[in-house]
């Protein structure tokens, strides 16, 4: 062997041990505070300083799930609540691709339709709400183009407040 090769093996070996020690290798399990020596000066010596613990990885945060295509755009849903006074509100706004929802808070059922009655064929997402029995819930279809839909009570047309406008921007 020549005397290169055993100064880097002999080097690699101290760094070795060096490592070993640093990483706490071959240390029992329960830890051990060094023992101070007694000062031969009257000053008092420093505190050993307690080596860093290594920080905790941070975790991961979970990956949002995509919603599907097409998803309609925030504040593209709106509620119509259906009393024994009428709708309210009378007029919502929806972005396209948006639905409406119906709430009968009545205590008698509702037929919402599309305009005019009775064809009912002005906006025909509307007709998806169709009947609804007292305390039902029911949501319209998606509204695919920019426009104003009017929409009644088809067993009470001409009742003004069961009447009202979707407005689809």
């Not at 023992?35 to 975790?59: F, I, L």
């Not at 979970?62 to 925030?74: G, L, R, Y």
Request: hydrophobic letters at 25%.
């Amino acid at each position: 062997m020549t005397r290169l090769t055993r100064s880097i093996l002999g080097a690699a070996a101290v760094a070795g041990l060096v490592a070993t020690f640093a990483c706490g290798a071959g240390s029992s399990s329960t830890p051990t505070s060094p023992t101070p020596s007694p000062s031969p000066s009257p000053t008092p010596s420093p505190a050993p300083s307690p080596s860093p613990s290594p920080s905790p990885a941070p975790s991961p945060s979970p990956t949002p799930t995509p919603s599907p295509s097409p998803a309609p755009s925030p504040g593209s849903t709106a509620t119509i609540t259906i009393t024994s006074a009428g709708v309210s509100p009378q007029s919502v706004t929806i972005a396209v691709g948006g639905r409406v929802t119906f709430v009968n808070t009545d205590s008698r059922p509702h037929d919402m339709s599309s305009d005019p009655h009775p064809e009912h064929t002005d906006c025909t997402a509307t007709n998806q709400a169709g009947f609804l029995t007292a305390g039902q819930t029911r949501q319209t279809g998606n509204y695919t183009v920019s426009r104003t839909c009017g929409f009644h009570d088809h067993d009470q047309p001409t009742n003004r407040n069961l009447q009202g406008t979707i407005i689809v921007r």
